[in-house]
């Protein structure tokens, strides 16, 4: 935020529907563009020996999240991996409506891919129950402000807010802070940024070099030419959820990506 790579395995109906229509939206040309740690031991609930029934029918509380890691010889701001390696990180900003998270997550899931999500505080006040379920997939989780607004504006005392109130819901949900912070509403973070979310606990901050403005809505075959004509080896690729057209997309991707010979991991893994 030390695992091995898992290859995308993409088979028959499915690689051969997707490759199609990826061939398609490539041949349609390329859309306008805008500018725009460790994890700690399990716990478990201790169990009266007054109940023994209770070892058999309470499960044992979930292992806290890993935290943030610190990569030596990384900047504080880090936009990508190792060029070296073929491997790249799908980063997901976490807002918006939950079932077309879900879908998200399961069809990264069904290709064997882990992805990295950077959530709202809000909306994990709103839907708690999707920090677990991106944990619970082999997904990171991290932290993407509280509300989702214009940090780089911001005084020192509310941008400080903004980061620590996310990390705050991160722990009391997760046992962790998380182990990534993007600041909100911009692709890199200001010094000053950079320094609050290094008082918070996040020694690196995350941007991206592939920017999929998915969250244009320009549709699912826009998407798929954007970040298949940028990716390459070490790409951090930001996407969202709450939009159809990533949903989408996200098989075209995915059989892009496996025909490269490039694997998808989480953003530890891909600096590790």
């Known amino acids: 935020m030390n695992a091995s790579d898992t290859p995308v395995h993409r088979r028959g109906a499915l690689r051969a529907g997707a490759g199609a229509a990826l061939a398609g939206a490539l041949a349609a040309g390329c859309a306008d563009r805008d500018s ?8 478990t609930d201790a169990v009266s020996p007054k109940n023994p029934a209770d070892a058999t029918t309470r499960p044992p509380s979930p292992r806290p999240a ?5 990569f030596p010889g990384q900047p504080v701001q880090i936009d990508h991996g190792p060029r070296d390696r073929a491997r790249v990180a799908l980063t997901f900003h976490g807002q918006g409506d939950p079932a077309i998270a ?20 809000s909306w994990l006040d709103e839907h708690p129950d999707m920090a677990r379920r991106i944990l619970d997939g082999g997904h990171e989780l991290g932290n993407h402000t ?36 993007r600041p909100s509403r911009t692709r890199y973070a200001t010094p000053l ?3 609050l979310a290094a008082r918070a606990g996040y020694p690196h901050v995350l941007s991206y070099d592939v920017d999929s403005l998915d969250f244009t ?21 930001s996407l969202h959820f709450g939009y159809a057209d990533t949903a989408a997309a996200l098989p075209l ?20």
């Open 36 to 43: 725009a740690g460790t994890r700690a031991g399990a716990v």
């Open 66 to 70: 890993p935290g943030p890691h610190r």
């Open 102 to 121: 879900r879908t998200v997550l399961a069809e990264a899931e069904r290709a064997h891919v882990r992805v990295t999500v950077l959530a709202v505080g």
């Open 146 to 181: 509280q509300h989702h607004t214009d940090i780089s504006s911001m005084g020192e005392a509310e941008a400080y807010a903004e980061i620590d109130d996310c990390a705050r819901r991160l722990r009391r949900l997760t046992g962790s802070i998380g182990t990534w912070f």
């Open 193 to 195: 940024v950079q320094r």
């Open 217 to 237: 809505s320009p549709g699912a075959a826009a998407v798929t030419r954007k970040v298949a004509g940028e990716i390459r080896n070490g790409s951090v690729v």
């Open 253 to 272: 991707l995915l059989t892009e990506i496996d025909r490269r010979r490039l694997r998808a991991v989480t953003t530890t893994e891909l600096l590790t």
